[in-house]
């Protein structure tokens, strides 16, 4: 049992910089009992959750990670989350995964299989509920800084035995996504090149044109 940490670019999650409330969550999640893939600050086309937790025998869920305090000598009424209601950006990613990255959730019960919400790892309860009323609440999951509460929810979340294939398919459609391809981690790798192709490099002709020429795969292309 175990939480695989995935990050961007493959880096070791020491090189990400990260807030205090997004290092506060992901050491919450590294404590997740069950087996759990963590999508660490994924990319979809412009849909950037701050983590994607996967589990094919608990569900998916998105979340974004909020450092805000919510006390009241900064937010005093809910006027000020209205203007950035951060559960707007949060409801969407319900249309956007069902509709582009995990068409079969619209044939499924999604609030079984996906969910979506927001973490507020330095605010209290009160404060939360202060600010988001009912119907915010019941569109998306809020939660405070008491992470045990996420916890439970993220623990004792459980699929039917007789949906568990329709949760691991959704699972793996979900992960194709997320899981960086070999071309875009190519892309990265320094090139190595020969002594031949680091002359033609980092030289110049007097009138800036080169012709090259040389057999298939001698390595025309790289240079």
Known sequence: MSVNLFTPENKNIAQLILKKSEQCVIDFIQKLS??????????????????????????????????????????????????????NEVRNWNYEVSDIYCPRLKSMATNEFFHVGIVFPGAESKDVKRLFGPKQRKRVGIWDGYLNSLKDFLEKNSIAS?????????????????????????????INLDSSQRELVNTRTNSGFRRIRGPAGSGKSVV
């Open 162 to 190: 007789r949906k568990s294939k329709q949760l691991e398919d959704a699972v793996s459609d979900l992960k194709s996504w997320l899981i960086e391809s070999d071309y875009s981690a190519e892309q990265r790798e320094i």
């Open 34 to 87: 069950g087996d759990w893939d963590c999508f660490i600050k994924p990319s979809l086309n412009g849909l950037r959750p701050d983590f994607i937790l996967l589990s094919k025998k608990k569900g998916i869920f998105l979340f974004r990670i909020k450092n805000w305090s919510l006390k009241p000598e900064k937010f005093n009424d809910n006027s000020l989350i209205g203007i950035f209601d951060p559960t």
